[in-house]
């Protein structure tokens, strides 16, 4: 289940950075290359931070080779439609469905690692946003995971509440599909009610450095 919800992940995110670097003109080669950032940059964060040596993709390249293909499929896809006003508000929607499977597939990982709860959680938040967060440097765009919206802090709770599912004795499976839902209702409602954390932006103008 954990490699095909992967794949699912993987899939999702490429298609987000695909239309992401589409939004920019990108060619191909550029929307490729975001996919792939997108689909693969959080895992090798991951990895990298827990010490797993090669790391996932080189070991097994099915994540790579949906990435590329996703990519192509949108590049494809976007101009034969000629679409050249894509909503923002669509990538954020794909966004959170990758987001919610690699947050609780990085915690999993983890886990597999012998790592303890706090560093499950935020191997989960890193394996979900790593990716986005190359993804919107690479496209020029301020990370979703600096904006106001709630993003990170959807990874952590999704995450703890898949530790809290395990913790009562459910299956893994389905802990892992509980983390997840937990983690995009918390990202769509964040999206749909537009809803942040506190924030200085209205004081920001008065801070001085």
Not at 129 to 148: C, Y
Not at 158 to 176: E, K, V
Request: charged fraction near 10%; proline fraction near 3%.
């Amino acid at each position: 289940m954990v490699y095909y919800l992967n794949l699912l992940g993987t899939a999702i995110f490429a298609i987000g950075g695909s239309l992401a670097a589409a939004r920019k003109g990108m060619d191909l080669f550029g929307v490729v290359v975001a996919a792939v950032l997108t689909a693969i940059g959080g895992g090798t964060l991951r990895d990298l931070c827990l010490g797993v040596h090669p790391v996932n993709w080189v070991t097994d390249s099915s994540g790579l080779v949906m990435a590329v293909i996703a990519g192509i499929l949108t590049f494809i896809y976007v101009s034969f439609h000629r679409l050249t006003d894509i909503p923002f508000q669509h990538l954020n929607v794909a966004d959170a469905f990758g987001l919610a499977l690699f947050t609780v597939i990085g915690c999993n990982t983890a886990i597999d690692l012998n790592a303890n709860p706090l560093i499950t959680v935020t191997m989960g938040m890193l394996t979900g946003s790593g990716g986005g967060i190359m993804r919107d440097v690479f496209s020029g765009e301020i990370p979703l995971f600096f904006r106001q919206e709630i993003y990170a802090t959807a990874c952590l709770v999704g995450g703890a509440a898949y530790l809290m599912f395990l913790d009562i004795s459910i299956p893994n499976s389905l802990a892992m599909l509980g983390g997840a839902a937990v983690t995009l209702a918390i990202r769509l409602a964040a999206i749909h009610w537009r809803l942040s954390l506190p924030n200085l932006a209205r004081h920001a103008e008065n801070l001085k450095i």
